[in-house]
């Protein structure tokens, strides 16, 4: 069984716990969020489109890569998400901080208390030299930031965007455009996108600094 380390609300380490017991109990713990931008692309954001497969919120559109830091991992060595998730590597020190975020959410099977570390960055490289965990991703997407923050900020009904997916019957990453809305994304109850599309916005423009919370 996984184990995660466990904290207060102060963020003091409280030992170590199995991942089933943390997210049962509603134990704080942390987690890494990594935002990919692109230039290239137009000015974008990429959008990770969650396998089929998931036990939660599966085939919505989420953060480019994420997930859990394990046992005494610290931040640093949430970049392997970055790996194991879309098949590239980046560099954590190429990565800004945009500081802690703390989410909390309540569902029937679970309750969630976290404390995401997240960070933003530029990748240069097309979309066919990643390598996608089928297991966990079904789809990559580029969102141009300016779309991004219109539709999140609910002055656009959907936005296009363009990346590839997994077609399980030919087992390829084929080419995709796409219409999405604001309901394609896992629900959030604060405005997480929009904010990530200003600081998107921001750091594209080299307008530092750049915070979450």
């Known amino acids: 069984m996984e184990k995660l380390q466990v904290f207060n609300a102060n963020l003091e380490s409280q030992g170590f716990e199995d991942r089933g017991h943390v997210h049962m109990g509603g134990l704080w713990h942390k987690t890494f969020h990594c935002w990919l931008l ?15 497969e998931k036990k939660c919120c599966p085939n919505l559109l989420d953060i480019s890569a994420a997930g859990h830091l394990v046992d005494d991992e610290d931040v640093a060595d949430g ?47 097309s979309l066919e030299n990643f390598t996608p965990m089928i297991s966990e991703v ?11 923050l219109a539709l999140f900020d609910g002055k656009l009904n ?37 904010t990530i599309a200003i600081m998107a916005d921001r750091y594209l423009k080299s307008q530092f600094p750049l915070a979450i919370s």
């Open 38 to 52: 692109s230039k290239e692309a137009g000015g974008s954001i990429l959008f990770q489109l969650r396998s089929m």
């Open 138 to 148: 079904s789809g990559l997407v580029w969102l141009r930031v300016e779309d991004a």
């Open 158 to 194: 959907v936005a296009s965007v363009n990346g590839i997916s997994y077609n399980r019957e030919t087992q390829t990453w084929d080419r995709i455009e796409r219409q999405v809305s604001a309901d394609d994304f896992i629900p959030r109850i604060q405005k997480y996108y929009l």
């Open 79 to 125: 970049i392997r998400e970055v790996s194991e998730e879309l098949g590239i590597d980046i560099h954590f020190e190429d990565l800004y901080s945009l500081g802690y975020r703390v989410e909390v959410v309540d569902a029937e099977s679970e309750k969630n208390r976290e404390y995401q570390a997240v960070y933003i960055g530029e990748v240069d490289t």
